[in-house]
C-alpha cells in the first residue's frame, strides 16, 4: 500500500522551541489525522481534519488540511519535555475503500531542556 | 471505563507455532482493524472489519487470520506460515468505516 511522505523525518529541539512537521501525498485526501506515539505504546490521535483549508488546534498543537488536498501540516508552538515521540499523519484517500487509512512514516521529535 | 484492550501486552513464542492476540473494545464501534508496525516503520493494515460477521484482507494478509463473530471482540491470529511474525500489533476501532480511528495500547510479539 502506499505510504505518505512525512518530513522531516527527525527533529531536535529546544524547550519553548516551535515546531512544524508536514505530510504530502501525490493523490488527494478526503481526511488527515495527525497522531502521537510514544514508545511502546499505541498512537493517540491529536486532530483530525475533514475539509480542504481547515485549521484545527488541540492546545498548542494546530494542523492544517491543504487546500490541494494533497497535503497537511502539524505545527507544535511552545514545546515541553513531554511532547517528545513519534507523530504520524494518516490519511482517507480519495479513492478506494472508506476504512482504509495511509499512514505516514513519522517524525521522531525530541526536546532538550 | 470506555476503551481498547490488548492483551497480553508482551508474548513470546517459539517458531512454528500459531499464537492469538486479543483486542476488545466497549466504545460500540462498528469498525476494527490490525496493524502491523516494525522499528522505523509507519502501520501496515493486516486486516479490517465493518461489521460483524465481516471482514476484508488489508495489505499484508498473508499469515494472519482473523474473526469477528462479536462486536466487542477481534482476534487475530499469527499463523506459522507468516514469515517474519516478531512485531508490534495494534488494534484499533472506529465508529464507522472512513471515521477517525482509535488504537490500543498494542503487543510486542517476540518469536523465535
Known amino acids: 500500500g502506499q505510504q505518505l511522505n512525512q518530513s522531516p523525518q527527525s527533529m531536535f529541539i529546544q524547550e519553548g522551541e516551535d515546531v512544524s512537521m508536514n505530510c504530502t501525498s501525490s493523490s488527494i485526501f478526503n481526511t488527515w489525522l495527525w497522531y502521537k506515539q510514544d514508545p511502546g505504546e499505541g498512537p493517540v490521535l491529536l486532530i483530525a481534519?475533514?475539509?480542504?483549508?481547515e485549521l484545527t488546534s488541540n492546545g498548542r498543537l494546530t494542523a492544517q488540511f491543504g487546500i490541494t488536498r494533497k497535503d497537511s501540516f502539524l505545527n507544535i508552538s511552545a514545546s515541553i519535555p513531554s511532547d517528545v515521540g513519534i507523530y504520524f499523519c494518516a490519511g482517507q484517500p480519495i479513492t478506494g475503500t472508506a476504512s482504509k487509512l495511509t499512514f505516514g512514516t513519522g517524525t521522531r521529535l525530541q526536546v532538550t531542556l | 471505563d470506555g476503551g481498547i484492550t490488548q492483551s497480553p501486552k508482551y508474548l513470546f513464542r517459539k517458531e512454528g507455532q500459531n499464537v492469538t492476540l486479543s483486542c476488545e473494545q466497549n466504545?460500540?464501534?462498528?469498525?476494527m482493524y490490525w496493524y502491523r508496525q516494525d522499528p522505523g516503520q509507519g502501520l501496515r493494515l493486516i486486516y479490517y472489519?465493518?461489521?460483524?460477521?465481516?471482514?476484508q484482507k488489508g495489505d499484508i494478509a498473508e499469515g494472519y487470520s482473523v474473526s469477528r463473530e462479536k462486536k466487542e471482540s477481534f482476534p487475530l491470529t499469527v499463523t506459522s506460515a507468516q514469515k517474519n511474525p516478531t512485531a508490534f500489533y495494534l488494534c484499533?476501532?472506529?465508529?464507522?468505516?472512513?471515521?477517525?480511528?482509535?488504537f490500543g495500547p498494542g503487543t510486542r510479539l517476540t518469536v523465535t
Open positions: 484499533a476501532t472506529s465508529l464507522d468505516p472512513g471515521y477517525e480511528q482509535y
Open positions: 472489519s465493518q461489521i460483524v460477521n465481516d471482514f
Open positions: 481534519l475533514y475539509k480542504a483549508g
Open positions: 466504545l460500540n464501534h462498528d469498525a
